[in-house]
């Protein structure tokens, strides 16, 4: 995986955290979505390595481990990420009550080589609360 891709990724996590994306990562609601898409042995090993690792405590092993799930499911489910990164975004969107940056996070999956039709196709079921 290029470089390029882990920081775009790490992009669209940042801009995730910043709307307390973490508290999602704790509800049942994407427990649901893990055991949904076959992710829970991934987001426990994920949550495992970042908790190895010496710097990182507290909310930045959480994201850590994040941004390596979706390193993951970019890497071993490219074409099925898109859709996934959407079902997150919808689960994550039901709990709060502000917009999702959904114009930037467009441009982020185009730089992962998504076209900008795919995007749009995707995203366009999104309620940008």
């Known amino acids: 995986m290029s470089e390029d891709a882990k920081q775009i990724i ?6 995730l955290w910043a709307l ?3 508290d999602y990562l704790v509800s049942e609601d994407f427990s649901r979505f893990c055991r949904e898409y ?11 390595l970042s908790r190895n690792i010496p710097n990182l405590y507290g909310g930045m092993e959480m994201k850590n481990a994040f941004v390596l799930l979706l390193l993951h499911i970019y890497r071993s ?5 898109p859709a996934l990164f959407t079902r997150l975004l919808t689960g994550f969107s039901h709990g709060i009550s502000y917009p999702l940056p959904l114009d930037d ?3 982020d999956l185009v ?19």
Request: charged letters at 30%.
């Open 10 to 15: 790490k992009h669209l996590t940042e801009q």
């Open 20 to 22: 307390q994306f973490r």
């Open 38 to 48: 076959d992710l829970v042995d991934a987001w426990g090993g994920t949550l495992d």
């Open 77 to 81: 489910r490219q074409k099925e990420f």
């Open 105 to 107: 996070m467009k441009k």
């Open 111 to 129: 730089l992962l080589g998504y076209s900008a039709h795919e995007i749009e196709q995707e995203l366009s079921g999104m309620n940008n609360n």
